[in-house]
Structure formats: structure tokens, C-alpha cells
């Protein structure tokens, strides 16, 4: 028994609620625990142990594998959670917005495999964009630890290790989205309208199509693909050697159609069907050229490249699915020791910024109530918070690699306890962990089999006092303004892109604490 005072913590919630901590610092036995106030009752029973964020980092991954399309998901690697396979997807239409020469309006076409994108059962390639480039960064940075981490798949005992396993069954699908006549890239693969909400993959059965290839596509398929090439290049040179050429065949369509955008209203007025599914749209594609470039650069070492990223801003942004310039300079700050062309005050000045914007989320997140940076800012309660704290959690861990000050280790650290339950409304946001979990996020896959818990290791998009589903939500304050309901896309959807950057930070800081 471990007993002590709560101290009030200083700042308010954004509500004005009051937070108390508690010091668990002097505990040290591995065990089973529960903190009792008198007068107020026990907590939920936490676990202190080593290693206690495992389960969590590799549920985190394993959801890709019940995210898969055109497969059986077995109960060998499910368990109860197992299901028929749905949308084989080699009947695949090209819309009339994809028309081209060799593959005119109403051509079909294979392109199998992949991930379902969130709670639909779409494939988009913006959004496989940043997933799979914060994927294949995990491992790039932790790759022993990934090495040897197994997620119990059909591959697993494979040459491949099971995080890269992962990562192809996405790519192969990736790939059949490129225009073999041109290399330009489709936009997404889609139905005209979303499914039903409780229908499983069997019964989903309406036509799909490719649309309109777009440049933001082709640049993040010409990024990850470029990236797969020298990740996959130890396993399989051949495979290397053919991503390597995707990529760049991606890179000169890009660079004869540089602003082709996807403007889904647009399309709509001039083709049929019309396509109502999530658009991806992007205005601003600077920093999809800067993320192409710094992979085919670190792929290639052709100067060429490089002077593409030269053109890139100095300025600090969190990567999303808009915004991905920095998944390019995290890329080239990793490999920048065998790097020739770039500067040596070009890399300091990168690695400079990054390191500045880590401790200004640290000090901004410790003056917050529940001491976390992703409470530093209002604005960081949007859409898909969740993913906010997660990146942020990546930035703290890469300040971390470069300085080596700890204290950016448990900022991070901080982040993933904020995403567990160290929040104002005392969810834990990752589906099958904690004692008060998402239990009913807004998930085609969970809601047609509403028999079973929500497949597990999933996080749910979080607080956003946007509230743009209609839902009844028990706040609008923007820390609390969540609920735990399907209807929720808003604050309750499940996102690969989401799950990306969380998956890193919590088998990251595992990775870190087990080999310390």
C-alpha cells in the first residue's frame, strides 16, 4: 500500500473543472491497483508493470489486418471477430471522371486487396498515403524491435516481418491504382454512395469504380512507393526494383499534370454516376511535391530530386492527410548522415525547428490540468484529434532521438496516457483497453455485428466541438465534446490514418522503455 496527498493542479480544465494528481512515483512493485479517497470511493484496477504498453502497440497494428478487403479474415488470427471476406474487387468500373484512351468509361478492372479507410468500405489513396508512409517510417526508425514483433497473421513466420507484411497487403493494392498507360494515379476506389451502416462486407455489394486520377494522389503513391522501394529492397530487390520505377512513372505524370485537383462537385456536374463518398480533397498540393521528392531522393540520391525539396518551407506542421511536407523532412533528418547533396546547415536548420516546436508543445502541455501536451491549444480539438495527439507524440519521439533529453520521451509518453483515459472525459479512446473504452464507434465492421465488442485496438477520432453528425453530445466544450455512439463520424470514427500514427507512438515508446 502506497498512501499520500492529491495536489490540485493549477490550471483549469477548459470547462473550469478542478484536476487533482496523484504521485505514483515511489511504486515500484509490478501488480494489479486501484487508488481509493475516502469519502469519494476506488478507481478502475491499473496494472504497474514492465512492458505495459505491448498488448496495446500491437492490438494498435493488428487492426490493419480486420481492416482487410478481399479476404477472408480468419478466426485463427481473429478469434471471434473472424468474417467472410467481401469486395474481391476484380470487377472494379472506370468512371466516366477516369475515361481515358486505353481504358475508356465502363472498362473493368482488378485491383484487389487493401485496407478498408475507416468506417467505410472505400479505399482512398490520399489517405493510404499517410498511413502507410507513418508505417513504413516506424519501422525505418525501430527496426529490430519490429523485427520481432509478431501480430499472429496469415504471414507471420515469414521472411518478412509482420509490420511489413502489413504494410503489402495495402501496397499491392496501391499499386493496381496506377494507369499503366500513363502512370498517373486514380483518386480512390469507391461506390456511388456509402453502404448501409450495418451492412457486412458480404452483403456490400453495389458497384465500385475508380475516379478521376488527381495529382495529390499520384505524388503521395509516388512517395510511399519510393519509400517501399528501399524498406522492401533487403527482403526482395526485385519487388525494389519495380516499386522504384512505379514511383518515378508516378513523379513524370505528376509533373505533366501538377494541379489536377479533385474537386467532387465539379465532377458531379459533368459525370455520371454522381460519387458521394469521402472526397480528400486538396487545394494546396506544395507539400505532396516536398514528400515525393525527399523519398525519391533518399531512394534515388538524384540530385534532381533534391532540388525539389529545396523549394520546401522551413516552417513546422504537424503531418495530416493535408499536409504531409513534414513526413518528407522527418525521411531525410533519419537517412541525412548518407545523404550528399543535402547541406549540412539545411539538416541542422530542419532538425533545429523540429526540436524548438517538441519544447514548445512540452512546456504549453505541462502547464495544462491534465498535463499532456495535446491539451495545449483549442485548436487542437478538430476533427480527429485523436490522430493530433498521436502525431504529436511522433514529433516528441523524433526531438527525443535528436537531443536525447528524456523529457521529450514523457511528453510523449503523456500523449498516449491522454489517448487512455488521462482526459476530461475519462474515455479511453482505443477500443478493448481500459475500463471505460469505445464501445460504439462509428465502424461498418463493428456495427454489422452488433453481437460482439467493437473489434479491438481501434481509436476512435475524439473530441471535436464541431459536432458536424447531428449526434447528442453531453458537451461542446472542446476537450469534452465527445460521445460514444455510431452516429458519431464525427468524434467516433475509426480512420486508418488515425490509427497510423497512434500504432507508432505506442509500440515506439514500448520500443524505447523495454530496451532501457
Known amino acids: 500500500m502506497l498512501e499520500g496527498k492529491l495536489s490540485e493542479n493549477a490550471a483549469p480544465t477548459w470547462s473550469g473543472k478542478k484536476v487533482w494528481s496523484a504521485d505514483f512515483s515511489d511504486l515500484k512493485s509490478e501488480g494489479q491497483y486501484t487508488l481509493e479517497i475516502p469519502g469519494l470511493g476506488k478507481s478502475y484496477t491499473f496494472a504497474v508493470q514492465n512492458g505495459v504498453y505491448k498488448d496495446l502497440g500491437r492490438a494498435g497494428l493488428k487492426a490493419f489486418y480486420f481492416q482487410r478487403a478481399s479476404t477472408d479474415i480468419e478466426k485463427a488470427y481473429a478469434g471471434r471477430w473472424a468474417r467472410e471476406g467481401g469486395h474481391p474487387d476484380d ?74 507484411n502489413e504494410v503489402l497487403y495495402n501496397l499491392d493494392w496501391m499499386l493496381t491504382m496506377q494507369d499503366p498507360g500513363d502512370g498517373g494515379v486514380y483518386h480512390k476506389l469507391t461506390t456511388a454512395a456509402f453502404e448501409g451502416m450495418e451492412i457486412a462486407p458480404t452483403g456490400a455489394t453495389s458497384q465500385r469504380y475508380v475516379v478521376q486520377k488527381s495529382t495529390a494522389a499520384t505524388l503521395d503513391f509516388a512517395a510511399v512507393v519510393a519509400q517501399a522501394a528501399r524498406v522492401f529492397k533487403p527482403f526482395s530487390p526485385e519487388n525494389s526494383a519495380a516499386y522504384l520505377k512505379a514511383a518515378e512513372k508516378a513523379w513524370q505524370w505528376a509533373g505533366l499534370n501538377p494541379q489536377v485537383h479533385y474537386r467532387q462537385n465539379e465532377i458531379n456536374r459533368k459525370f455520371d454516376p454522381d460519387v458521394q463518398t469521402g472526397t ?80 514548445r508543445l512540452r512546456q504549453e502541455g505541462a502547464r495544462w490540468s491534465y498535463l499532456a501536451p495535446m491539451g495545449s491549444s483549442e485548436q487542437n480539438f478538430i476533427w480527429g484529434s485523436n490522430s493530433v495527439a498521436s502525431n504529436q507524440g511522433i514529433l516528441l519521439l523524433e526531438a527525443y532521438h535528436l537531443s536525447g533529453d528524456r523529457e521529450f520521451l514523457q511528453s510523449a ?44 485496438g481501434f481509436l476512435a477520432g475524439g473530441p471535436n466541438p464541431g459536432q458536424q453528425d447531428g449526434c447528442e453530445y453531453p458537451s461542446d466544450i472542446p476537450d469534452e465534446s465527445y460521445t460514444d455512439a455510431v452516429c458519431s463520424y464525427a468524434s467516433n470514427e475509426i480512420a486508418i490514418n488515425w490509427n497510423a500514427p497512434f500504432a507508432y507512438l505506442a509500440n515506439a515508446v514500448n520500443a524505447i522503455r523495454s530496451a532501457n
Not at 522551413?314 to 541525412?336: E, F, N
Request: glycine share 8%.
Open 91 to 164: 470487377r472494379v468500373m472506370v468512371h466516366a471522371s477516369a475515361a481515358s484512351t486505353s481504358r475508356p468509361e465502363g472498362t473493368l478492372i482488378s485491383s484487389p486487396k487493401g485496407w478498408y479507410d475507416a468506417g467505410d468500405y472505400n479505399k482512398y489513396i490520399v489517405n493510404s498515403g499517410i498511413t502507410m508512409g507513418t508505417l513504413l517510417a516506424a519501422y525505418e526508425r525501430y527496426p529490430d524491435y519490429f523485427g520481432s514483433l509478431d501480430l499472429n497473421i496469415p504471414e507471420s513466420g515469414d521472411d518478412l516481418p509482420d509490420i511489413l
Open 413 to 456: 509518453e503523456d500523449n498516449l496516457d491522454y489517448l487512455l483515459g488521462r482526459n476530461a472525459t475519462g474515455y479511453s479512446y482505443v477500443t478493448g483497453f481500459g475500463s471505460s473504452s469505445t464501445q460504439w464507434p462509428h465502424h461498418r465492421l463493428a456495427a454489422s455485428r452488433p453481437d460482439l465488442p467493437p473489434l479491438p
Open 280 to 359: 480528400y480533397g486538396d487545394e494546396n498540393l506544395r507539400d505532396e511535391w516536398i514528400w515525393a521528392a525527399s523519398e525519391l531522393y533518399i531512394s534515388t540520391k538524384n540530385p534532381t530530386y533534391w532540388k525539389e525539396v529545396e523549394k520546401g518551407s522551413a516552417k513546422y506542421t504537424l503531418p495530416s492527410w493535408p499536409d504531409v511536407q513534414w513526413l518528407g523532412y522527418y525521411s531525410l533528418i533519419r537517412h541525412g548522415e548518407n545523404l550528399e547533396h543535402v547541406p549540412a546547415e539545411w539538416l541542422s536548420g530542419r532538425k533545429a525547428t523540429l526540436v524548438a516546436e517538441a519544447k
